[in-house]
T-cell receptor
């Protein structure tokens, strides 16, 4: 099946710093990428939908100025957590839909962010 | 509102016994339903999906699910559980929203423990 990678897999940072997470579709072109956040023992919550070449669409309650999303190419989307705080510590997962396959999303392995 | 429910937080089953993980949904229109599995600190792995056709869907690792329109359910099943099946299972439905395109709504997850 299609492969989605995320980098880094784990990051620890100090409060107030910014962290960038990359999501790449390795063997297909993704017109749409999705960013999810998962708190311990909870389900995935959609943060934003990212379409290549256009601005991301954020879910209600998600601050677009805090969670910057860039989808510059058909294989790469980035999520930047700006001025991170301990409450931003979470597991961030991206997924991607391939061109012509809107019925399915392929998920990345996730990035564990810990803000001290 | 479109939603997915997984009524059991935890399911315990002995190895070799059949397992069922329950899922019910509430959507407008025809549902596109999915099951994913998540191992610790990993992303989601696709198990199976129902789009149309036969109500019994067969997927990866010997799992299957039965779509029941009258009961709005999509329970995940396996005839003989393995210890390695122990993981977190998510039911999801693909929804279409005005101005947001299409995305997935996930259930809260069910933790499956298969006891040796």
């Amino acid at each position: 099946g299609a492969v989605v990678s995320q980098h880094p897999s784990r990051v620890i940072c100090k409060s107030g710093t910014s962290v960038k997470i990359e999501c790449r579709s390795l063997d297909f072109q993704a017109t749409t990428m999705f960013w999810y956040r998962q708190f311990p023992k909870q389900s995935l919550m959609l943060m934003a939908t990212s379409n290549e070449g256009s601005k991301a669409t954020y879910e209600q309650g998600v601050e677009k100025d805090k969670f910057l999303i860039n989808h510059a190419s058909l294989t790469l989307s980035t999520l930047t957590v700006t001025s991170a705080h301990p409450e931003d510590s979470s597991f961030y997962i991206c997924s991607a839909s391939a061109i012509g396959q809107r019925n399915e999303q392929f998920f990345g392995p996730g990035t564990r962010l810990t803000v001290l | 509102a479109q939603s997915v429910a997984q009524p059991e937080d935890q399911v315990n089953v002995a190895e070799g016994n059949p397992l069922t993980v329950k899922c019910t949904y509430s959507v407008s229109g025809n549902p596109y339903l999915f099951w994913y599995v998540q191992y610790p600190n990993r992303g989601l792995q696709f198990l199976l999906k129902y789009i149309t056709g036969d109500n019994l869907v067969k997927g990866s690792y010997g799992f299957e699910a039965e779509f029941n329109k009258s009961q709005t359910s999509f329970h995940l099943k396996k005839p003989s559980a393995l210890v390695s099946d122990s993981a977190l299972y998510f039911c999801a439905v693909r929804v279409t929203r005005d101005n947001y395109g299409q995305n997935f709504v996930f259930g809260p997850g069910t933790r499956l423990s298969v006891l040796p």
